[in-house]
């Protein structure tokens, strides 16, 4: 794969004609901004407060095989935008088609919202963690056993006794060793940039922003008192939600620059007036509102590289990245347990 994409990285087209004068027709080699969302709702506010600023315009969106990607020029750049889909596969699977379909991208952004684990922060409010971790990766320990292996596990936790978190395998090294890491830290140029471009609290909308402290994904959704306590107490994490780990970790692995924006649509486990329904029924259009509205207030301010780059066969790429359908490999021949089917009728 690395050679195919090196292959393709140094076979250069030359410029045609601009459909804007700072943005060349092939958007995909001048791209340097991507925000990737994980849902419909999310895209939709990033694209109202992206209309909004003024100068920036909307060239239009493309569609490859199954990506639809808007592109947008502002401040003499090109800005895309793209939907990863939810959970961790998705993420990190469509994240990397992106990041080989815009290979100049420099600056990445995750907008959309995420369950609070602190009870000072309110709906509505935003969260930039400077770290991520991974809360569903450990051990779990069979204790009707006499061998304990105490070694290989943290101490006792308040909640969920039975397992005990660890770091998570992020990559291979160069000797082919596991890389491992208990945290993922958003890149710390772009980070302390957005720390500078925001607001103080309170003085431009009525919705706080906090900037640091850590925030967890894992592969379930949380909705229990409990386990949120256990998050908070374990990684002293402020919010929860089920892609920015792996969004992460592509970043990490195509080297790009990258922030994570949170609006909070409920505190994780805590009903809504005692009904059945949490919060994030009546919140997520207010998170995810307020959390493109941030995006939209760093954009106007962060540095933009003025570096053009040349073009890269695109034809090629889609090639690749988007080959022929190959009717063995459709996911309605793969064969499903019955008891996974059962649970579902």
Known sequence: MLLKYLLFLNMHLLYLPSEYSSVPRQLESNCSILCVCSQIFERDAILRQLQSLSDCKSIGKRQYNDFTIRFFS?????????????????????????????????KVFFVGIGGSLNPNLKPGDVCIPEKWACHTVGYV?????NKTHAVRYEPELPHYKDFYPTSTEIGV??????????????TPSLFTAVQAILPPPHSVHN???HCGGIGVSGTMFVDSDKYRQHLSETYNAQVVDMESFPFAAACYEFQKLFCVIRGISD?????NDGNLGNTIDDSRNLAADNAALVFAHILRRIPLSKTNYSKIPLRLIQQYLFPSKNPECTINNVPHSPKVNACFQ
């Not at 320990?141 to 056993?145: A, D, F, G, I, R």
């Not at 505190?267 to 009903?271: D, I, K, R, Y």
Request: proline share 2%; aromatic share 12%; hydrophobic share 45%.
């Open 74 to 106: 502002y401040r003499g750049r090109c800005i895309a935008v793209a939907v990863s889909g939810k959970n961790f596969l998705s993420t990190s699977l469509r994240l990397s088609k992106l990041f080989l379909l815009l290979p100049n991208v420099e």
């Open 173 to 186: 090294a160069s000797n082919d060793e596991i890389v491992r890491a208990h945290f993922l830290a958003c």
């Open 141 to 145: 320990y069979n204790k009707t056993t």
């Open 207 to 209: 919705f706080d922003v």
């Open 267 to 271: 505190l994780a486990g805590v009903f």
